[in-house]
């Protein structure tokens, strides 16, 4: 079996072209007066703009930033800004949680530091799950290629998208 120079996939030895790029098989240049097809350039990743915007969203913030940099395809642009507004607030927003329940249990001498500590707490665990299912929602809709926008965020993020 011989395989394309172009994708990479199997064609049969008899073929002229490949059957799914349309490069010839067996040569690495296009007969003479031929325009050879060209993939689309898929602007710095080499990805379907919904697998890309998707994985906007796997390390939050952090991988959001990375794709906005590298992506200028606008749905992966604006899929990458919303998460790096959403999950870059939400970071700061667990961060202040933790630091006041550790405090609030600290201060347990000092007339309610503990009730205080054990409520922030609560709030903590109540807040990841929040996290949780919009970070699968947003990964979910930006898969199914939808330009899907947060609550206050989505607008933000399209504006500086652009």
Known sequence: MAFCSGCGSEVG?????????????????APAGAASPQPAAAAGTGLEENVAGLLCYVLGWLTGLIFFLIDKRPFVRFHAMQSIITFGALH????????????????????????????????????????????ILCMVKAYQGQRFKLPVVGNIAEGFAK
């Open 13 to 29: 030895s008899d073929v002229g072209f490949c059957p799914k790029c349309g490069k010839p098989v067996g040569s690495s240049a």
């Open 92 to 135: 700061i927003v667990q961060i202040i949680l933790i630091y006041g329940g550790i405090f609030g249990g600290l201060m347990g001498g000092m007339g309610g530091g503990l009730m205080m500590g054990g409520l922030s707490f609560l709030l903590y665990g109540l807040f990841s799950l929040v996290i949780l299912v919009a970070w």
